[in-house]
């Protein structure tokens, strides 16, 4: 276990709709970061945020949005659903940029979009 | 832009062979980490790999990291079939500190066979 929590486990959704992602970080890892793994491929990257601001940001429209807050718990927001965001959706936690550290994930959100 | 490759994508091994698993990544990058993923589950850190040279060993695995080449391997000696999963690696996409913005690769399907 590595102390980084999602929810919900699993998510059913129509196209068109908005979703709602939560991750809670490791306790003393103030930088989360979220990845987007479809089926059979590898995460890619969609951001991350470090105190509340986002830092960085992968080539995801912006229908994808976030929030950091400020107990370093975080939130996925994607608008206006599309079959293609059917995927696992992994938050990671880290501490301080620069410092010799891994990032450890969360256990994922299962989305299904119909 | 960043890319990592893997090869093979898909290895099918009998139980006490040896294997290397390659990961080569485009741009200069000193942090390379590997994951394991089980089906249906998040991933595992493995390794974090921070300079040229560096290699780590846990149990059956092995992993090293050439930064002039931009290659990394991952060794299995003597596999045995809990060691069956998906094998990413991932490069920070900075260079001379930590961002935890990972570029994974496609990854390695493992099937060991006894």
């Known amino acids: 276990e590595t102390g980084v929590t999602q929810s919900p486990t699993h998510l059913i959704k129509t196209r068109g709709q908005q979703v709602t992602l939560r991750c809670s970080s490791q306790?003393?890892?103030?930088?989360v970061s979220w990845y987007q793994q479809a089926l059979g491929q590898g995460p890619q990257f969609i951001f991350q945020y470090y105190r509340e601001e986002e830092n960085g940001r992968g080539n995801f429209p912006p229908r994808f949005s976030g929030l950091q807050f400020p107990n370093y718990s975080s939130e996925l927001n994607v608008n206006a659903l599309e079959l293609d965001d059917s995927a696992l959706y992994l938050c990671?936690?880290?501490?301080?940029?620069?410092?010799?550290?891994?990032?450890?994930f969360g256990p994922g959100t299962r989305l299904l979009v119909l | 832009e960043l890319k990592v490759e893997q090869n093979p994508l898909f290895l099918s091994m009998q139980e006490g062979k040896n294997y290397t698993i390659y990961c080569n990544y485009s741009t200069t990058s000193d942090r390379l980490y590997w994951y394991r993923q089980d089906p249906g589950k998040s991933l595992e850190s493995l390794f974090v790999l921070l300079s040229n040279g560096a290699v780590k060993q846990e149990g059956r695995l092995m992993a090293s990291l050439d930064t002039k080449a931009r290659l990394s391997t991952l060794h299995i000696t003597a596999a045995v079939h809990d060691l069956s999963a998906t094998y990413f690696c991932?490069?920070?996409?900075?260079?001379?500190?930590?961002?935890?913005?990972?570029?994974f690769g496609t990854g390695t399907l493992l099937a060991v066979q006894p």
């Open positions: 990671a936690s880290s501490t301080t940029q620069g410092v010799q550290e891994t990032q450890y």
């Open positions: 306790s003393g890892h103030n930088t």
């Open positions: 991932a490069v920070d996409g900075s260079y001379g500190g930590a961002t935890n913005k990972l570029i």
